[in-house]
């Protein structure tokens, strides 16, 4: 049977680089974007995993893609941050973090100017329609999620308007940098206004939780019909949905002596200012950490029969690193080989990232991961932390996605071979 791929990508601000990291592990450095979406037939991203899927459809190499997150000024032309004057709640350290740091217009300047880099004559100005029509049958098709400020609901960008997921409403076209800005514009305390273009405002497209977008995938999938072809059968469906790293502390739950109390989750007071910054930070967690998980059982998969079954041969597979606590000897301690020193300043790391040693620090991360120093993000877990369902280290997932994309792969490397 054939099957029918999908590429997921995560929203996560400059954490995306994780994603790229993942596909030049997969598919190598000098792979070209268009060859990575021949492998699948359709991509859905969100916010930061929006501009991978741009960049691929730019045809960037993997390589140039990571430098887009890498290089500083590229960094910054995205993330421009607002002059303090313009920061009414600057000078009050209880409330600076509940104002927006960043100027929504300048970063769509900044993606037009990142885009305009591309070699395929005229990307930076084709919309996503236009793209696929001269692209050609060959390449995914894409659709970049994000949230409808006005309507107060989620809102796809499709390369293929005519998809029988879209709503009969007229379709939006915008440029895949429109679509992008849309898609990345996380409110509250990250950028100061909606994205506005096509005569309609936007915010990024966790608000209507998809963070993590594979159920908007499957749901493209399954309404899926091709010229003259049958509808795509749930079973026919495989799923890489690639994410941009998470901390976890200790559930409450947690049984066992701990190493260092600074594992342990801290509850937070309620109050205003607390709750405003929950409230603006909860669409990157639930329901996007379930997304996997509910796409698995919605496309058919057996969950496990007891604690010792470990379901890893389901159609969703997961890559995204999780540094977190490890249970060893009934003692939570930090994974081996990770200093806590590490641990701690990768876990006060915002979704933007902006300066050059935080950057360093998520390819740090990224290295552990690959290497198997850390875990990697299970669909399900248990109490302990440890897969019900899914894949426990980046390595494990690769056998499998090898049996999916087999001759396809790059050659596992010296990171991954550890």
Not at 272 to 282: G, N, Q, V
Not at 383 to 409: C, I, K, N
Request: glycine share 8%; aromatic share 8%; with cysteine.
């Amino acid at each position: 049977m054939e099957h029918f791929k999908i590429l997921s990508l995560d929203g996560g601000g400059t954490w995306a680089l994780i994603e790229v990291r993942a596909l030049i592990e997969l598919f190598g450095p000098e792979t070209r974007g268009h060859e990575v979406l021949r492998r699948f037939q359709l991509v859905v991203a969100n916010s930061g995993g929006s501009i991978v899927a741009a960049g691929l459809a730019a045809d960037f190499t993997l390589g140039q893609l990571l430098q887009l997150f890498r290089d500083e000024a590229k960094r910054r032309s995205i993330f421009v941050e607002r002059p303090w004057y313009q920061r009414m709640l600057a000078a009050i350290p209880a409330l600076q973090d509940l104002e927006a740091r960043y100027a929504a217009r300048k970063k769509l300047e900044g993606l037009e100017r990142a885009f305009s880099e591309s070699k395929q004559e005229g990307f930076a100005r084709l919309t996503m329609e236009e793209w696929k029509a001269r692209a050609g049958q060959g390449l995914a098709d894409i659709v970049i999620t994000a949230f409808d400020y006005d309507r107060r609901r989620a809102i796809f960008f499709r390369t293929r308007s005519g998809s029988p997921a879209a709503s009969r409403s007229p379709a939006r076209n915008p440029t895949f940098a429109q679509a992008v800005h849309a898609s990345s514009n996380a409110p509250i305390t990250f950028f100061d206004e909606p994205a506005t273009f096509l005569d309609r405002r936007f915010w990024d497209g966790a608000m209507g939780g998809y963070n993590n977008p594979t159920m908007a995938g499957v749901v493209e999938a399954l309404s899926h019909v091709g010229d003259g072809a049958a509808r795509v059968e749930p079973s026919a469906i495989r799923v890489l949905s690639l994410g941009t790293g998470m901390v976890l502390s200790l559930p409450p739950d947690a049984t066992g002596e701990v190493e260092d109390k600074r594992l342990l989750h801290v509850p937070e007071e309620p109050g205003l200012a607390s709750d405003i910054r929950k409230a603006a930070l909860c669409i990157v967690d639930d329901p996007p950490d379930s997304a996997s998980f509910v796409a698995h059982v919605t496309l058919g998969h057996r969950l496990p029969r007891d604690e010792r079954d470990v379901v890893q041969d389901g159609p969703v597979i997961r890559l995204s690193p999780v540094l977190r606590p490890v249970k060893r000897n009934g003692r939570w301690m930090y994974p081996e080989k990770i200093d806590p020193g590490f641990y701690q300043r990768v876990s006060e790391l915002g979704m933007d990232a902006v300066m050059k040693e935080h950057v360093l620090l998520i390819d740090s991360l990224c290295d552990a991961w690959i290497q198997g120093r850390i875990p990697n993000q299970s669909l399900r877990a248990n109490q302990d932390l440890e897969p019900e369902v899914g894949h426990a280290r980046f390595s494990d997932a690769l056998t499998q996605l090898r049996t999916w994309l087999d001759g396809e792969l790059h050659p596992p490397s010296v990171a991954a071979a550890r």
